[in-house]
């Protein structure tokens, strides 16, 4: 969930580019989770996330061997893994600007919107290092590459049309559909777009869409969390749909024989409710999921 400054800086650039704030919150929440800053060494840092193909590919020589050789490079798509914390993500890119600066920064995607490095002749900066200060002056930068990207790769368009498919496969690529992306898109479009701040907006009821995934909250969020935590995948009951919820929910799936999408959809609410010990101390379980089963349109 973002603060009321950054939806506001949101808010700013997507004036600035004649983009619709709802649409660019909807692109900045899915992208970002509701996470725009990590605090690395006393200062607020965009968070980042590094791609060793793309180094691997920005090296030769005596470089690559030595990147390689440290696990900071490779031609294999994804075999260089990004650390959990972003405190030690910023660590491993310092390791790599110790080899190749200009490489390590075109190497990264920064901020809320994921944009790499690599794009910043592209976008219209004069070097990496001008992309990258951008991002560091804060959400509304972060917010303007995003945007930028969008106006450059031809997006604009699908987003004023509210096509969520045809963006969700211009910006996240042809894959787009094994996460829902254009499915979560629509729905943070409808809870951005629904009048209010964003805290009123990112809270409103989650019956609306039929579907329980990021960005979703209220007392029906609630309810799942306290069934999964019944069912031994133990959450905070906080009403908000984050990443340890979308977690859990995914395991759940997994175990359960689902689609490990991450999405509470109706499947999975049947699938929690036939699990769900609904004698003794399980009673008030039944007693939310039947009110579930009625916002979702599900026989109890």
Not at 66 to 75: C, H, T
Not at 95 to 105: E, P, V, W
Not at 129 to 158: C, H, N, P, W, Y
């Amino acid at each position: 969930m973002f603060t009321q400054a950054t939806a506001d800086e949101i808010r700013k650039v997507a004036a600035e580019f004649g983009i619709e704030p709802a649409a660019l919150l909807a692109v900045a929440e899915i992208e970002s989770g509701g996470d725009v800053f990590a605090v690395i060494d006393g200062r607020q840092e965009p968070l980042i996330r590094f791609e060793g193909h793309y180094f691997d590919r920005r090296l030769s020589g005596e470089a690559q061997a030595r990147a390689r050789a440290e696990g900071l490079a490779s031609p294999d798509t994804g075999a260089v893994a990004n650390p959990a914390s972003q405190a030690a993500r910023w660590e491993l890119l310092e390791r790599a600007a110790g080899i190749d600066r200009k490489a390590a920064y075109e190497s990264v995607s920064w901020g809320l919107g994921q944009v790499m490095g690599a794009h910043w002749e592209w976008l219209g900066f004069p070097d990496v290092d001008a992309l990258v200060a951008e991002a560091r002056t804060g959400a509304g930068g972060q917010a303007g590459l995003m945007a930028r990207f969008i106006r450059k790769s031809g997006l604009k368009d699908a987003l004023e049309k509210r096509d969520w498919e045809a963006f969700a496969r211009g910006y996240n690529g042809p894959g787009f559909r094994r996460n829902a992306y254009d499915t979560k898109l629509a729905a943070a479009y409808r809870r951005h777009s629904g009048g209010g701040d964003v805290g009123e907006s990112v809270g409103a009821p989650a019956e609306r869409t039929a579907l329980l995934g990021r960005g979703s909250a209220g007392e029906a969020v609630r309810d799942l969390q306290r069934n999964l935590s019944a069912l031994g995948y133990p959450l905070a009951a906080d009403g908000i749909f984050g990443r340890d919820t979308e977690k859990a929910v995914r395991a759940f799936q997994r175990d359960h024989g689902l689609d490990a999408d991450g999405i509470a959809g109706p499947r999975t609410f049947a699938a929690i409710g036939e699990a769900l010990p609904f004698g003794g101390a399980g009673g008030w379980a039944l007693a939310a999921w039947r009110r579930v089963s009625r916002w979702l349109g599900l026989r109890s």
